[in-house]
């Protein structure tokens, strides 16, 4: 294999180099692989410069057995974009009918290799290994992440042609394996976007924008690829709670195999004669999802035009699309609250440094409940407070004047542990707390704040609520659930129904959670922290408190954790990424702001939130 930076291949001359013989991709000349005998399994690459581009080597005349398949498996780590040169190491057939496409399976190192037998054949004239591992994700056909556990053991089967008596590969799982640092430099995660179906933000009638993560070759054409996917339609798993705003069977036109912005940062964007009817608003809508998902790849997009049918549809600058849909939180947030040493919620401006907290205007600032935990609507005009005991949530108006009245919900728990959570806020306005009472655990919905609690359902709901925290999209929500000793950050679908058949009332469930941060065993606090991206404090098995990034399909993003902080209780982050991390710890409530420490904003405080 070799490597080139920002051009083609540059092919060096020799022998074909594999990554068991040689170590590093650039080498050249190497030892050739040993005829017989188990391959090492090893980390095929180290992590090396994006813009270096690597290609791999064809199969070497009379190759043996052994460095057929680990050339193989070193060409599925490459740049090539079709996967043509790993197909020359397939008979004809095979090439045929594998689909490196259907998945990639990720495993903690790269793929061993064992010679299992010299075959059945009687002349000789087939080989098999297999492939073993330690199973860490997979990445699904809609290039959706997923990660999984146990181990990985796959059949190679080579066969010896005897008029060239070359050996190839004629039978292999579908799919791509390869080493988790090689996953690593290979891929990356970006987010596409779509509509939440039922969700719009506030009292106006913007539309919700969801992230949707998929993983995608990061020097293989991403943007086309993500354009592509974007069209394709959402992952299964968020599907049901989103919608695209592109016609049914939208596609590039035909003949379009690269996208390319101009010098100005404008995409065109051509579309099949599905797209030629829509309207200008319908249109906007679909250039805003393509702004939203593009804007994090390189080179940037900050404008869109969309055509069909040889006319233009529209064009959207990032002004246009925030006008159209909102995306992460609805508006930014004016003010951090936390509760302070009198047990009052108060409030700081956001991202303020120095300034002196103010209790917040209502009765919930003067002291009149005792709080222990509070949280602010995302419009930062009403505000929920736990009592101090744990028993009653109130809410209020953030305006002078207003009163809080009896308690919206009470738990009869025999302990503080045992009662309330800290509430959230959804984009709808809708609030949502969990009642941790063992007798009779609850997630509760209260349709704007103010009506009557709606016990959600979660089937197959393996644990207790520990914490409840709802994205700004409103569709998903992320959730501490504890069992057997153990703390899991669990990631949930959120899906409505106007009217329940039987009751006649508002439901809502959440279905199909899964794990947000699969390393820590125990997590003790967490908070949304982008659109696709959370904030957790936790520990690994036998680890010491660490704070770190985790995706909301169960990957790591590739950002650095924030600075170690002893003590952390609470963490508040907002997805306004201009504002910084917040925490309560044993220095009181501290905040982060880029590029600088921890820094201390009051000694005699708790419960950080910002609005949501």
Known sequence: MVADREGGARRTPGRAVAYVACGAVLLAGCASMPDSGDLRGVESTPRQDTQVRVFPMPPREDAPPSEIVQGFLEALTSDDPRYATAKQYLTAAAAKTWQPEVSTTVLADGPDTQAASRGTREDGFDFSFTLTGTKVAVVDAQQSYTPTEGSYSKQVHLTRDKKSGQWRIDGLPQGVVMGQSDFQRNYMSVNKYYFAVDSAVGASSQPAAVADPVYVRRRVDPMTHMVRSLLHGPTTWLGPVVRSSF???????????????????????????????????????????????????????????????????????????????????????DYLYFVDGENRLVRIPAGSRSAKAEPVPGELGEGVRALRSAAVSRDEHTAAGVALDGKALYVGSLASGGSLGEPVV????????????????????????????????????????????????????????????????????????????KQSLQIGRIERSDKDQVTGKPEASVLELRSAAPQLEEVTTMSWAGDGRLVAVGREEGGVQQMR????????????APDALTGVKEIAASEDDQLPLVAYSVDGIVRLPDGAQWQTVVKDGSAPVYPG
């Open 247 to 333: 016609p049914t069977g939208t596609a590039l036109q035909k003949g379009v195999s690269e996208l390319t912005p101009d010098d100005q940062n404008r995409l065109t964007v051509p579309l099949n004669n599905k797209a030629t009817r829509v309207g200008p608003a319908k249109c906007n809508e679909m250039a805003a999802q393509l702004l939203f998902t593009l804007q994090n790849l390189t080179p940037a997009v900050d404008e869109v035009e969309l055509e069909a049918g040889g006319a233009q549809l529209c064009v959207l600058n990032e002004d246009g699309a925030a006008a159209v849909a909102a995306r992460g939180s609805a508006r930014g947030a």
């Open 410 to 485: 009470s738990s009869t728990g025999r302990t503080e542990k045992d009662r309330l959570t800290t509430p959230s806020w959804d984009a709808r306005g809708d609030l949502w707390v969990a009642d941790r009472n063992p007798d009779d655990p609850r997630l509760l919905m209260l349709p704007e704040g103010k009506d009557e609690p709606l016990e959600v359902r979660i089937p197959r709901l393996d644990g207790r609520i520990q914490s409840v925290r709802v994205a700004a999209d409103g569709v998903r929500i992320a959730l501490i659930m504890e069992k057997d000793g």
């Open 549 to 560: 990034y985790v995706q909301v399909d169960g990957s790591t993003p590739e950002v650095p």
